[in-house]
């Protein structure tokens, strides 16, 4: 069954540092996202993305985030300076068109 | 008054029985309304895919819209151990690909054998 698969599963890094998280939507989908999750806390909508463009972001991705799609098959979410608060598990999604929305099994990040 | 209602719980029920999960919203342009089950530290795994008002009926799973009250439910029947985990409600209102879900907290479920 196809999956949307992320990596890395875990990553520490130090307060300050650029991170990259990648992402390889199920392929023949159309739209994609990135999703956080704070520990205990509601799953917030980062970013969607379509055509090779951001077409909406919360309020969260700031200018310290960005997206792209470098090539046919990756997706992936850079923090330009991790801060503390951006501790958190990242998910990404990708979904047909209107329809059901697939997850990956996340990145944990964690910002020391 | 939050977009999306869920009671956190926790729920505990024995094996076998009739679970019942639900969410309220707000904000009345929603259509689309979703299950998702997480285990600890894992992706949403989806459930059920609901369109506008009605029901669905997957196995042992059954997803409720009443768009009217605005009210979404999930029954689970003859629960499983294996069916422990948190529960989130999501549901979404624009149309087209690139409409963003809202989640609820998520209701953490227990069965015990």
């Known amino acids: 069954e196809p999956e949307v698969t992320q990596t890395p599963s875990h990553q520490v890094t130090q307060m300050g540092q650029e991170v990259i998280l990648r992402c390889v939507p199920i392929?023949?989908?159309?739209?994609f996202y990135w999703y956080r999750q704070i520990l205990g806390q509601k799953v917030e909508f980062l970013v969607s993305?379509?055509?090779?463009?951001?077409?909406?972001k919360s309020e969260i991705f700031d200018d310290q985030f960005s997206v792209e799609r470098p090539d046919g098959s990756n997706f992936t979410l850079k923090i330009r300076s991790t801060k503390l608060e951006d501790s958190a598990m990242y998910f990404c999604?990708?979904?047909?068109?209107?329809?059901?929305?697939?997850f990956g099994e996340g990145s944990r990040l964690t910002v020391l | 008054q939050k977009e999306v209602e869920q009671d956190p719980g926790p729920l505990s029920v024995p094996e076998g029985a009739i679970v019942s999960l639900n969410c309220t919203y707000s904000?009345?342009?929603?259509?689309?309304f979703m299950w998702y089950r997480q285990y600890s530290r894992k992706g949403p795994e989806l459930l059920m895919y609901?369109?506008?008002?009605g029901n669905k009926e997957d196995g042992r799973f059954t997803a409720q819209v009443d768009k009217s009250s605005k009210y979404i439910s999930l029954f689970i029947r003859d629960s499983q151990p294996s069916d422990s985990a948190t529960y989130l409600c999501?549901?979404?209102?624009?149309?087209?690909?690139?409409?963003?879900?809202?989640f609820g907290a998520g209701t953490r479920l227990a069965v015990h054998p």
């Open positions: 609901t369109y506008s008002s």
């Open positions: 904000n009345s342009a929603f259509q689309y």
């Open positions: 392929s023949n989908h159309l739209y």
């Open positions: 999501a549901m979404s209102g624009l149309s087209g690909g690139y409409n963003k879900l809202i």
């Open positions: 999604a990708s979904r047909v068109n209107t329809g059901e929305l697939f």
């Open positions: 993305f379509y055509n090779n463009e951001i077409s909406e």
